[in-house]
């Protein structure tokens, strides 16, 4: 139970290029997800919050224009980030928490997908 | 906001031994602390948490205790397994709003 699935799980692409990464909750229905940075080495630094319907509210210093998040329904949110350059390899990781309690799933708690290593050449 | 300071950054021990984690939190107002431990280059997996109404909670080899007057809260681990080597991470979190905030992650290492 509370399943979270990201796609892709690695992406290399040139610099100047989009790249759109997918987090899904397959088992749950998701109110919020998250989106997260981590470095190598390092602790998950949040990114953005994202809530279905509305627009994501983003953590100081993080660039809304290039991190563009879309949570289009209760199981799917996607990151792009636009115009990547080297600087933006690193490890993404997206979380989610259910809509509701009960069986596997805590309402308190997050949930977190795989990751997705993007490298930008 | 919320200050969550976490030690030891790495911490080894024999197996068989115990091994403790510590983290200490700013804002009174969380009330929601999960350890979350992460292998290298997957994700974090939920491993035990705790509300702010409970001082401890157990999950087998696995304990969590709260003080929340200290705003301190530790991990405990007993009878470790090279399997349990890994980075853990602790979070502090006001339920409403559901933000976690985490620390900066204790890298076990458990030897053989």
């Known amino acids: 139970g509370a399943v979270v699935s990201q796609h892709p799980s690695w992406v290399i692409c040139k610099s100047g290029t989009s790249v759109k990464i997918e987090c899904r909750s397959l088992?749950?229905?998701?109110?919020?997800m998250f989106w997260y940075r981590q470095f190598p080495k390092q602790s998950l630094m949040l990114m953005a919050t994202?809530?279905?319907?509305?627009?994501?509210?983003?953590e100081q210093g993080v660039e809304k224009d290039k991190f563009l998040i879309n949570h289009a329904s209760l199981t799917l949110s996607t990151l792009t980030v636009t115009s990547a350059h080297p600087e933006d390899s690193s490890f993404y990781i997206c979380?989610?928490?259910?809509?509701?309690?009960?069986?596997?799933?805590?309402?308190?708690?997050?949930?977190f997908g795989p990751g997705t290593r993007l490298t930008v050449l | 906001g919320e200050n969550v300071e976490q030690h030891p950054s790495t911490l080894s021990v024999q197996e068989g031994d115990s091994a403790v984690i510590k983290c200490t939190y700013s804002?009174?107002?969380?009330?929601?602390f999960p350890w979350y431990k992460q292998e290298l280059g997957k994700r974090p997996q939920l491993i035990i948490d705790?509300?702010?109404?409970?001082g401890e909670k157990k999950d087998q080899r696995i304990a969590v205790t709260l003080n929340k007057t200290a705003k301190h809260f530790s991990l405990h681990i007993t009878e470790t397994q090279p399997e349990d080597s890994a980075v853990y991470f602790c979070?502090?979190?006001?339920?409403?709003?559901?933000?976690?905030?985490f620390g900066t992650g204790t890298s076990l290492t458990v030897i053989p």
């Open positions: 979380s989610a928490t259910p809509w509701t309690s009960g069986g596997f799933f805590s309402t308190d708690t997050q949930y």
């Open positions: 088992d749950f229905q998701a109110t919020t």
């Open positions: 994202s809530n279905e319907g509305s627009k994501a509210t983003y």
């Open positions: 804002d009174s107002a969380s009330n929601y």
């Open positions: 705790i509300r702010s109404n409970v």
């Open positions: 979070a502090a979190s006001k339920v409403k709003g559901n933000q976690f905030y």
